[in-house]
């Protein structure tokens, strides 16, 4: 893939890196820099956009990896197996990469994880304070060129993670190229000379590749019988490695929304400040009979015909009230397409008050559907990345590394908000009324404790039952040792009122 002579990057790929650079524009609101060349307006008009590329991204790793996943070795809590998942999730902020990595994945369609022993730090840090442990990094998609095996171009069997830097002085013109390939059993480093071959605004986007900096080769045993890199697609199809992006399909369609947009704006600019039409006569004249006005600064002139003309501003609407519509077409065909319905959005039917969570969930099943099925991919990467973690260590540590190999679960949450009144009455059904949680869980829960507050809590708990238990066993036994003398005051009223009317009787 990469030879004296050569172009980096290869052209298989120049197409793919492209529509990397192109999407984050428009993820990122810059839609101008992408359908410029597209543009027929005139040159003072401001060109306005609405960035539903952005919105379509994050919804779907909002509802994705908003809520953190749940990562079980299926061991018990305290085991080694759990310790060191969860010690892997927690040492290299997985959850967060999982959610930048879903926002990347839906506007670029690849994600990249690889996996690596040594330190966070790479030696800056002392090893007191960065040991040697498992680094999980994600990659950079436009650095990574899969090789795929021959019979099966959804199949990668090598990953080549290479990316330039220039050589300093050399006025961006000499660069080296950095290749770090990852094959079964082993890394092999490279680095080429390279010369900058073509720019786009000033900012180098193709290079020619010089001769092979042989001082620079070396090979690395990793002792893991796969390749130390994960590659993670959006959603995929069975014929090739690429991932598909949410974006590209709508790109004509976020065209011609801006383009009604601006266009919009442009009629708006110009009647903000309109021309008035008045009866001749109505402005000044000059000693020569003349009117004294200019259009162009007064924004008035006089027409012909005193009694048949009303004075009145000279606008059009230019049918805005089509331009409306087409506009609320355009976004709802975009949405549509996207997969997410208007309740995701807090539109159209957005209320929940009356709705049970199983109703919202019903109307929510397009966004869900789409949801599930990134989901299938990010878990079949995740158990493959968590395999090689132990592997890595194996090799590392071997039988020092204190646990055994073990397959992760993972349990993904849909987005939504739980009802909890809800799913308590289907517990309550399905198990004919008996207790479906344990007091101490139900506290963690519920309040966010950890295993150890909860067992105080229910102690504290017990305690104030066991001192009401004794109160009230003592009442039964002497109920007169816990009236108070305004009760018994009371009591003894009501005796003599009664001897009383006995006497009156």
Not at 316 to 341: C, H, K, M, V, Y
Not at 429 to 452: C, F, H, P, Y
């Amino acid at each position: 893939m990469f030879e004296k002579g050569g172009y980096f990057p290869p052209q298989g790929h120049k197409k793919r890196i492209d529509r990397y650079k192109e999407n984050k524009l428009l993820f990122k609101g810059q839609h101008f820099e992408v359908f410029e060349k597209n543009q027929k307006l005139p040159s003072d008009t401001l060109y306005i956009s609405a960035n539903l590329a952005g919105l379509i991204c994050k919804k779907s790793a909002d509802f994705l990896f908003g809520e953190a996943p749940t990562f079980s070795a299926g061991r018990e809590d305290d085991s080694p197996e759990q310790s060191k998942l969860d010690a892997w999730v927690r040492d290299n902020n997985l959850t967060m990469k999982l959610q930048q990595s879903a926002t990347g994945n839906a506007f670029r369609g690849d994600s990249f994880f690889k996996i690596r022993w040594g330190q966070k730090w790479n030696g800056k840090v002392h090893e007191k304070f960065d040991p040697f442990r498992i680094i999980i990094e994600a990659q950079n998609p436009k650095y990574v060129f899969p090789e795929v095996s021959t019979g099966d171009a959804s199949q990668i069997e090598a990953y080549h993670i290479a990316f330039p830097t220039v050589i300093a002085g050399s006025g961006d013109q000499d660069w080296v190229l950095n290749v770090e390939s990852h094959y079964p059993n082993k890394i092999v480093y490279r680095k080429f000379e390279m010369r900058a071959f073509s720019a786009v605004a000033m900012d180098v986007d193709e290079w020619q590749i010089g001769d092979e900096i042989k001082s620079a080769y070396r090979e690395v045993e990793t002792g893991v019988p796969f390749p130390l890199v994960i590659h993670i697609p959006n959603y995929a199809t069975d014929d090739d490695w690429e991932g598909i992006d949410d974006l590209t399909e709508h790109k004509p369609l976020f065209d011609e929304l801006n383009r009604r947009l601006s266009a919009i704006a442009v009629i708006l600019d110009k009647h903000a400040d309109p021309a008035i039409a008045v009866p001749t006569g109505v402005l000044g004249e000059d000693e020569y009979g003349n009117p004294t006005f200019i259009v162009g600064r007064d924004k008035v002139f006089e027409v012909m015909g005193k009694d048949d003309v009303v004075p009145q501003y000279i606008t059009w609407n230019g049918q805005l009230q089509s331009a409306f519509e087409e506009l609320d077409r355009i976004t709802e065909l975009i949405l549509t397409n996207a997969e997410i319905p208007s309740v995701a959005l807090g539109k159209g039917d957005a209320g929940t008050s009356g709705s049970s969570g199983l109703a919202i969930k019903f109307r929510m099943n397009s966004l869900l559907a789409k949801i599930n099925r990134k989901r299938q991919f990010y878990e079949k990467g995740l158990k493959e990345l968590f395999m090689i973690c132990q592997l890595v260590e194996d090799a590392k540590l071997g039988s020092k590394k204190g646990y055994d190999f073990f397959d992760v679960k993972i349990h993904f949450k849909d987005g939504l908000p739980q009802d909890d009144a809800e799913l308590a009455n289907i517990m309550n059904v399905r198990t004919g009324g008996k207790a479906t949680i344990s007091a101490k869980s139900a506290l963690m829960r519920l309040d966010g404790l950890t295993e150890e507050q909860a067992e105080a809590e229910l102690k504290r708990i017990e305690e104030e039952a066991e001192k009401e238990n004794e109160k009230a066993e003592k009442m039964f036994a002497n109920p007169s040792a816990f009236q108070t003398p305004l009760e018994d005051e009371e009591d003894t009223e009501e005796i003599d009122n009664e001897e009383v009317d006995g006497g009156d009787e």
